[in-house]
C-alpha cells in the first residue's frame, strides 16, 4: 500500500512539473495614451485600454486578452488563450477614455512558439 501511494505521489509531481513547464507567461507591453487625436492632451481623465490578438493581420474576429485596464502590459498564457501554436498572430490594443475607444493600435505580428520536448542530456557510454 505504502508502495502505491509512492509512485502515486512520484506520477503526480512529474505532472505538475510538466504541467508548470508549459505554462509559461509572456506579456504584452504598450506606451500610456496622453493625448487625444487633434493633440490636446487628456489630463487626469482615466484611460482604459483593452488588448485583443487574432489569426488575421487587419485583427478581425480579436479574441480579448485583457479588457478595461488601466494596466500598461497584459500578461496571458499561450495554452489558455487558444493561441495556435507554430502560427503567426498578432495583437492589437485600443484605448478608451470618457466611453469613447480609440482605433486599433498597428498590429503587432508574433510567431507562436511550439512546444517541444526538451534534447537528451548527460550522453555517456557506459
Known sequence: MKAKSIILSLV???VLIICAGAARAETLAWNAVTT?????AIGSTPVTYTAIWSTSSSLTSPTTLVAGTSSLSSTFNITTAGMPRGSTIYFGVKSTVGGVDSAYSSALSWLVPTLSPSSPSNLRVQ
Do not use: A, K
Not at 487625444?36 to 490636446?40: A, W
Open 12 to 14: 503526480l509531481i512529474m
Open 36 to 40: 487625444y487625436t487633434d493633440g490636446s
